[in-house]
């Protein structure tokens, strides 16, 4: 792009470039294009959109919280502490200006990933930057970025306007005092006075025994639950009060992001003697505790059938690969790696007992693509209680969404689908993923028409079911 040329975006970006398909891809996008945002399941923080104080700076903004956009630098020789992540240190960088001039140098290492895609439509939809990141412009853009958000329309609760976000969830452990969302359901509504912003119940540290602060992490749950968790009864009826408080605050969802889809469940009386040895300080060996999380899982599965609450399950991440990153950094700092993941046989106890459920809702989720085809969408494709999550993580690329959609379609089906969520930290980005996956979308649906095995009306009514209501339906409390 010559340097006097303003940046622009292709208005077909990421559509199908075949000149027969693209023209009825134009007419199934436009039809999910504008549709309301149902962003329900991603991890922004509560805190910020109940506080709804204007984002600091463009790197706090868009760089340092985004683990898809510093992995990447890091691999290419940055460190987390010169992009500002981390606590505080020596080395660490607090200059969010030289934060976003490493940004910028780098721009060349996103080019063909989604995060290029974006970082583009974040930068010039969003913020109106009209110059390419560089390290030459660097300095320009920051300006431009860091002036927008002193204006009281680009705060977190104008955003979500802005962005069309109708509802969207956020992720909280099982110990929130759901504080900030109880100040949302009054301040943040929709029509009739609904909340916008949904917490949602994730109680994964507290149903692994080996992890290193699991009492701790139990001792809050108590705190929280009011009830002096003492045994394994009182374990299990802690969960039982706080999934209530988060249904009474509106809650739809609970959220699983176990390495393993195991759901297995113990006899009671092995349940209640490895809880008793765990809160009594004696070690637990790895087996057990992962005999113990596939139980839990179970249990999980049985309260949502009791509740209501859509039960979501993204197995098949080796989290914190480099163990020294995660003891300085913290978690979810770039090194969760996708291994590969069984479901047929892992998911049956829950499916035996709750698959044909009235109440019980699961949304099952993968980064393994063998799985889609092989395994998911067939279970997906007959138990009336699963829905097939979308893709997630390192498969919410152009090529691999479409990938998914040729491989679970045909076994599947489009109603048996989640419908698309965004699984995000990144708060502007949330606007930038649903384009692509609705792009996406649309070029699936126009080659089925163009082969002539669906019409258009059906296709485009197909693509307002993947943007909007299928989210709404897979959510919807039962």
């Known amino acids: 792009m010559p340097d006097d040329t303003a940046w622009t975006l292709h208005p077909d970006r990421a559509l199908p470039a075949d000149p027969t398909l693209r023209p009825i891809a134009h007419e199934i996008f436009a039809a ?21 104080s ?33 606590p505080d240190s020596p080395d660490k960088e607090t200059d969010p200006r030289a934060i976003w001039r490493r940004f910028c140098a780098g721009w060349k290492h996103f080019r063909g990933t989604p995060t290029r895609y974006w970082l583009e439509h974040e930068l010039v939809e969003i913020f109106g930057v009209t110059r390419r990141p560089s390290a030459e412009t660097a300095d320009l853009i920051y300006d431009e970025v860091a002036e927008r958000l002193a204006d009281p329309a680009f705060r977190p609760r104008a955003l979500l306007d802005r962005f069309g976000i109708e509802v969207i969830a956020t992720t909280d452990p099982a110990w929130s005092d759901l504080s900030a969302h109880a100040k949302l359901a009054i301040e943040v509504t929709g029509p009739g006075g609904a909340p916008r912003v949904l917490p949602t119940f994730r109680p994964d540290p507290l149903l692994h025994l080996d992890r290193p602060r699991w009492r701790e992490d139990v001792s809050r749950l108590a705190a929280a639950s009011g009830l002096d968790v003492t045994d394994y009864a ?34 009671d009386d092995v349940a209640r003697a490895l809880v008793g040895k765990a809160l009594a300080g004696e070690a637990v060996t790895a087996a057990e505790a992962t005999a113990f999380s596939a139980h839990m899982l179970f249990q999980m599965a049985a309260m949502s059938a009791q509740d209501g609450l859509v039960m979501q399950l993204h197995p098949g991440v080796l989290r914190d690969h480099d163990g020294a990153v995660a003891e300085r950094f ?21 499916l035996e007992a709750f698959g044909h459920h009235e109440v019980f809702r699961m949304i099952a989720f993968t980064v393994d693509e063998d799985a889609f085809s092989r395994e998911l969408a067939p279970l997906a494709g007959v138990y009336p209680a699963l829905r097939l999550g979308a893709p997630w993580w390192f498969l919410d690329a152009p090529d691999a969404m479409r990938r998914f959609r040729e491989a679970v379609t045909e076994t599947a089906g489009f109603s048996n689908m989640s419908g698309f969520v965004d699984d995000t930290r990144a708060f502007c ?22 082969e002539h095995r669906l019409d258009l009306d059906e296709a485009v009514e197909t693509a307002a079911d993947l943007a909007y209501h299928l989210p709404k339906a897979a959510y919807a409390s039962r």
């Open 429 to 450: 980005s949330i606007p930038a993923r649903h384009d692509l996956a609705r792009r996406v979308d649309a070029g699936y649906l126009a080659r089925l028409v163009a």
């Open 330 to 350: 913290g978690p979810d700092k770039g090194y969760d790696i996708p291994v590969v993941t069984e479901y047929a046989q892992a998911l049956r106890p829950v």
């Open 54 to 86: 204007p984002f600091p700076d463009p790197a706090q903004l868009l760089v340092v919280p985004d683990h898809y956009l510093t992995r990447m630098l890091v691999s290419q020789g940055a460190t987390l502490p010169e992009l500002g992540v981390g």
């Open 234 to 267: 009182t374990y299990l009826e802690a969960l039982r009060e706080r999934r209530a408080a988060f249904r009474a605050a509106g809650a739809l969802a609970t959220d699983h992001g176990h390495l393993l889809a195991d759901t297995t469940p113990l006899p």
């Open 32 to 52: 999910a294009r504008d549709l309301p945002i149902v962003s329900m399941h991603g991890h922004i923080d509560v805190a910020a959109l109940a506080a709804d």
